[in-house]
């Protein structure tokens, strides 16, 4: 970490491209990180992946296809679920249901799909397991099976099926997968607590109920959302703020009709947060 308040730098950026919005984030074990850009005009979901360490592209603009060379889920319902290893798992889900099936293994880095299979759908991650499902109608009403399968080939671990009460015992011992990629999320400042209201405080943030924060140390993160009064549109910004001292500051959108929250995060010394939704930038605190 940066001491003595000294200003921070911009370790690189990726510009997901013009009408992109940078949609989710993950990070494998091998301090990877993968991303799902989303192009609402042309209802396209396309991947990349980036070395964080020097924010070299290795992968960009990668369509998930299935075994015919046809998108998958129209080419716009798909998703990440997990990382292990080196590996990203993604999933597909039908039009009109929130519901995911389908998990597809993929290597970034080698731009292909290690393992796929359609039959099943994610649930949960363990040490080195997976914890997958299969939905079936029975008299009308849908009924789930459970087991284990291997997540580095997809290989059913065990054939026994796991009732609902052993499914549900398997998954409260899952890790939350922002803790297992070590990934500190902005909490929304809404209760004035005496941590919040300190940290806020410290830069310069007086109104809590528009701001997100993160206090890593001894650097506070701070996201405020302005909603501008002739206008009514909405204004975003980032401080951060070390010992009272600013040390760095960017804007994050401008004039939009609504905020959008959870757009910054803290990963290995690293602040990665987004520009007008399309650009990301990763800050050095070290």
Known sequence: MKHNAEPLAVRWRYDAGRGAIVWQLMFTETGDLIGQKRFAAK????????ETATGRLFSDDFLL??????????GWFTGLETTSRDLAYCYASQPLTPEH??????DFRAGRVVWSRSDIGFVAKLDDEFLVCQTSIFGGFPERQFWLVDPSSGVDISHSV?????????????VPEEVRQQIILPEVVTDGTVEARRALQSVGISETCRCECIVYGTVTVAALH?????????????????SGCLIYADGMEESVDKPCLNNFLIRGDNLYYLRER?????????
């Open 43 to 50: 209802r396209q979901v396309l991947f990349f992946g980036i």
């Open 65 to 74: 296809m299935d075994k015919h060379s046809l998108p998958l889920g129209e």
């Open 101 to 106: 099936q389908g998990i597809w293994a993929v």
């Open 162 to 174: 796991l009732d609902s009460a052993q499914a549900n015992a398997i998954r409260e011992k899952a």
């Open 226 to 242: 302005e909603q501008l009064p002739l206008t009514g549109l909405w204004r975003s910004s980032l401080k951060v703020r070390q």
């Open 278 to 286: 399309e650009e990301l930038v990763c800050v050095a605190l070290s």
